[in-house]
């Protein structure tokens, strides 16, 4: 278990939480020491003392405030308890907000807080009134030489004090060049908006922070065992020349962009599929099937106007009975309706014989 680094009380009202507190995070980052790139030798720093150049322990070094050049009042870390003891040991909280009305820019370091001997039920009522009226506490508080303004915020069943950044010690954005949503490079259209929501929404997923990790600290890390198994340790690797890029376009096609993050093909290719998905082959117009029974019989068929023209009586009298078999079978049918419908009387049927009829006259007045 860590050492605290503070203790004190939580104070609010009348009420006195005594608390201790615990570094809330740890700096994982690599740890590289600086070597002398002739022999690798690592290098170090000495504490020295400037007028005589000899080096000083720390058991000799002691605080002090320059107030004129060369001039310092030395401060003790009683002294600077003693300047003000209250702030030094108490979480003084001023007032009770909404979480959201803290800008994420002002968060700066996390702390835990533990409650103290004694300090059990009055932290957890603590803990519980912020979890209920979902507001966190704004608060002073001294740590080392320094008063910071902080946040009390209940996470799960801690109490963490987030240091705040002063309003003075945020930098103004003036001097940057944020496109104003009215101006005219900024303007963005309902389609780009509907697809870049549709992007959020395929890619929103429940907070899960145990599958993010430091990917480039592993990425160092393995050339550094592949460098070591190679006997590469003194290898210093220089970099390659870069090659010479062609110039971009500062012009962005953002609904190209956002069709392929979709999974989608670019707006032109995509139009251009549209247009031949609507537009079908066009199709051989037919004429209707009984209309080909009287084409064949009024005009001859192509190659009989190309081949030579032969009349003999049996080839004509061989055409006339065709002729007359296939108009007569579209006229039986009606007839014998017909015939049915007047109960098998003569006259019904004997008029179906000149309408068979009346077809082969036509078709050899035709012929």
């Known amino acids: 278990m860590a050492?605290?680094?503070?203790?004190?009380?939580i104070s609010f009202g009348l009420v006195h939480i005594p608390v201790e507190m615990y570094p809330a995070v740890s700096d994982n980052g690599l740890d590289l020491n600086m070597l002398d790139r002739r022999d690798f030798s690592p290098i170090g720093f000495k504490r020295y003392n400037k007028s005589t150049g000899k080096e000083v322990s720390w058991d000799d070094i002691i605080k002090g405030y320059e107030y004129s050049d060369g001039e310092y009042v030395v401060l003790s870390d009683e002294d600077l308890r003693r300047a003000n003891p209250e702030a030094t040991q108490t979480i003084d909280?001023?007032?009770f907000v909404n979480a959201d009305q803290v800008p994420l820019l002002y968060y700066e370091h996390p702390y835990?807080?533990?409650p103290g001997k004694g300090g059990d039920k009055v932290y957890a009522l603590l803990r519980e009134t912020l979890r209920e009226v979902g507001k966190i506490g704004i608060a002073n508080v001294v740590i080392r030489?320094?008063?910071?303004?902080?946040?009390?915020?209940?996470?799960?069943?801690?109490?963490v004090l987030n240091t705040l950044r002063y309003p003075d010690e945020i930098r103004?954005?003036?001097e940057l060049k944020i496109p104003d949503a009215d101006s005219r490079a900024a303007q963005v259209t309902e389609k780009e908006l509907q697809m870049a929501k549709a992007l959020v929404e395929g890619m929103s997923e429940k907070w899960k922070p145990q599958q993010y990790h430091d990917t480039y600290r592993e990425d160092v890390m393995a050339m550094i065992k592949k460098k070591?198994?190679?006997n590469q340790t003194k290898t210093i690797t220089e970099p390659e020349p870069e090659e010479h890029k062609p110039a971009k376009s500062n012009v962005i096609d953002l609904v190209s962009l956002?069709?392929?993050?979709?999974?989608?093909?670019?707006?032109r290719a995509a139009r251009d599929d549209d247009d031949d998905d609507d537009d079908p082959p066009p199709r051989k117009s037919r004429k209707p099937a009984h209309?080909?029974?009287?084409?064949?019989?009024?005009?001859?068929?192509?190659r009989a106007r190309k081949a030579p023209a032969r009349s003999t009586a049996h080839a004509t009298a061989a055409k006339r009975t065709t002729a007359t078999k296939a108009a007569a079978k579209p006229a039986a049918k009606p007839a014998a309706k017909r015939a049915v419908a007047a109960k098998g009387t003569a006259a019904k049927s004997a008029s179906a014989k000149p309408t068979a009829d009346k077809a082969p006259a036509r078709r050899r007045k035709a012929a």
């Open 3 to 9: 050492r605290s680094m503070w203790k004190g009380a």
């Open 93 to 95: 909280i001023l007032a």
């Open 112 to 114: 835990y807080l533990a």
């Open 145 to 159: 030489v320094k008063q910071h303004l902080a946040a009390l915020v209940c996470v799960g069943d801690t109490i």
């Open 172 to 174: 103004a954005t003036d």
């Open 228 to 230: 070591i198994a190679a």
């Open 258 to 267: 956002l069709q392929a993050s979709l999974g989608k093909k670019p707006a």
């Open 291 to 302: 209309d080909d029974d009287d084409d064949a019989g009024d005009a001859p068929p192509p």
